[in-house]
């Protein structure tokens, strides 16, 4: 073996160590388990792309629910994205790669202009996202002329060129209890939205909220039925739930929050077990985090989160197809960046 090889192995060997340590713990990615040698199969791809990476002057935000491969392999930031949004707001990159849903990656172009920003593929669309364009909320608007609109930030850049103020799951109820408008038109979420009524009526907060039809295909599934099982099987375990849940799911569960808000929760207590009804990349940050908890399956698998891959991540900081670079046109550029402005002010 030549010099140079010998170097290459030992670097994969090395590298392959790093991963091992932190996969390890996981043990719900699909058709996948951890070890010595699927660490060294991947370490290749994974040198590759943080050689590319400082040769660009890329950053890689990886939101929670894509593969823990791509989060602890090659990822900057890891989060939500409310966390991510600002990470992107304050990147100082010449490229930004966005792992996780096209709308997100639209907020980083938003809120870095600058930058490039790509996608590893183009198809890691959002139910909720896709469930209301520009022209539909303008009709809404026409329907409710009164309202303030309020959309989620799982929306698409032209979804929030059309509303007044933008929100996350870390953020929406404090912000809409705080607004001085009675009657809010909140997009995309239905189930958000009700579960945003129910906050508001704890708080005395009197507000209309009128919703667009969008769910997440992921957190709409979980029943009450499983819940009940969990506890029987499983006593004293805490359900943990994500506000994109039905209403029904959201008054069972011990604990709602944001993504990030889910994860300080399971952090700050000391349950015997944990059902955490959201997307299964979360279980799977908890568990390389927090390796001492357990938690109970049940957790779901986002189909558009999981078309983001290590190879694909290569290709786009290589030599990005065109359908992998985010455009978007100036003047809704500037009117979606509005909205989301407001919300950091409002958040403050
Ligand atoms: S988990 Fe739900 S909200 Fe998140 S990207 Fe997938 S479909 Fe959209």
Redesign the pocket.
């Known amino acids: 073996m030549s010099m140079l090889a010998r170097e290459n192995s030992d670097l994969v060997e090395v590298e392959a160590l790093r991963l091992l340590r932190l996969l390890m713990h996981v043990d719900c990615s699909p058709g996948r388990k951890w070890n010595m040698d699927t660490c060294r199969e991947i370490a290749p791809l994974t040198l590759e792309i943080n050689r590319l990476k400082k040769a660009r002057n890329a950053v890689i935000l990886t939101h929670s ?1 894509v593969e823990p491969e791509i989060i602890y392999g090659v990822g900057d930031f890891k989060g939500d994205s409310y966390y991510l949004s600002k990470k992107a707001r304050d990147a100082k990159a010449d490229v930004i790669v966005f792992a ?2 096209v709308f997100m990656a639209e907020t980083a172009k938003l809120l870095s202009p600058g930058a490039q920003v790509v996608v590893p593929d183009r198809q ?6 896709d469930s209301i364009s520009g022209a539909e909320l303008r009709r809404l608007k026409a329907t409710y002329p009164d309202a303030v609109v309020v959309c989620y930030i ?1 929306c698409t850049a032209e979804v929030k060129a059309e509303s007044d103020i933008c929100v996350t799951s870390a953020n929406v109820f404090d912000i809409v209890a705080g607004l001085t408008e009675k009657q809010v038109l909140f997009v995309p979420d239905r189930l958000m939205a009700d579960n945003l009524r129910t906050d508001l009526v704890r708080r005395g907060v009197d507000k209309e909220i009128i919703s667009s039809d969008g769910t ?4 709409e599934e979980f029943t009450a039925t499983q819940i009940a099982e969990a506890r029987k099987l499983f006593p004293g375990a805490r359900v943990v739930a994500h506000p ?1 849940c039905r209403a029904e799911i959201a008054q069972l569960a011990d604990y709602v929050g944001s993504t990030g808000a889910m994860m300080d929760y399971v952090r700050s207590t000391n349950a015997p077990y944990y059902l955490m009804l959201t ?1 299964c990349g979360l279980v799977s940050r908890l568990a390389v985090e927090d390796p001492e908890k357990n938690f109970i399956g049940g957790c779901r698998l ?4 999981k078309l983001n891959s290590l190879e694909k991540i290569r290709d786009a900081l290589l030599n990005p197809r065109t359908d992998q670079i985010v455009t978007l046109e100036e003047e809704l550029a500037g009117r979606a960046t509005r909205c989301i402005d407001r919300m950091f002010e409002l958040a403050a």
């Open positions: 629910y996780g849903a890691s669309g959002c139910t909720l996202a799982n997440c295909i992921v957190h994109e997307e986002c189909p558009y989160m």
